[in-house]
Nanobody
Framework: QVQVVESGGGLVQPGGSLRLSCAAS????????REWYRQAPGKERELVAT???????NYADSVKGRFTISRDSDKITVYLQMNILKPGDTAVYYC??????????????????WGQGTQVTVSS
């Protein structure tokens, strides 16, 4: 079992910065990718950034050049550095971990686990 817990949200003025953290526990070796999503009021949850097992990253077009996803060398904690924040970035941010569990017969089952979410509000 894998669990993830976010921290670091808050209120920031437009143009400011915040860093979110996501700590994983459990079967870290089963994780293939770590992800950040966000959900604004009245909107669907959207993928913001990902980092895979090899360290390759991807970003939504709306955050490219402003947000950076990274991780510690032990792959336990993942960060989302958010710069030049805009009011449109206001949302609940969720971290997720996706990977594969193998049963006693060696058959894989894909999983994605979610954190509880952390509020980011960009406002003057």
């Amino acid at each position: 079992q894998v669990q993830v817990v976010e921290s670091g949200g808050g209120l920031v003025q437009p143009g400011g910065s915040l860093r979110l953290s996501c700590a994983a526990s459990g079967s870290i070796s089963s994780i293939n990718a770590r992800e950040w999503y966000r959900q604004a009021p009245g909107k669907e949850r959207e993928l913001v950034a990902t980092i895979n097992r090899e360290g390759s990253t991807n970003y939504a077009d709306s955050v490219k050049g402003r947000f950076t996803i990274s991780r510690d060398s032990d792959k336990i904690t993942v960060y989302l550095q958010m710069n030049i924040l805009k009011p449109g970035d206001t949302a609940v941010y969720y971290c997720a971990a996706e990977g594969l569990h193998y049963n006693d017969h060696g058959l894989p089952t894909a999983y994605r686990v979610w954190g509880q979410g952390t509020q980011v509000t960009v406002s003057s």
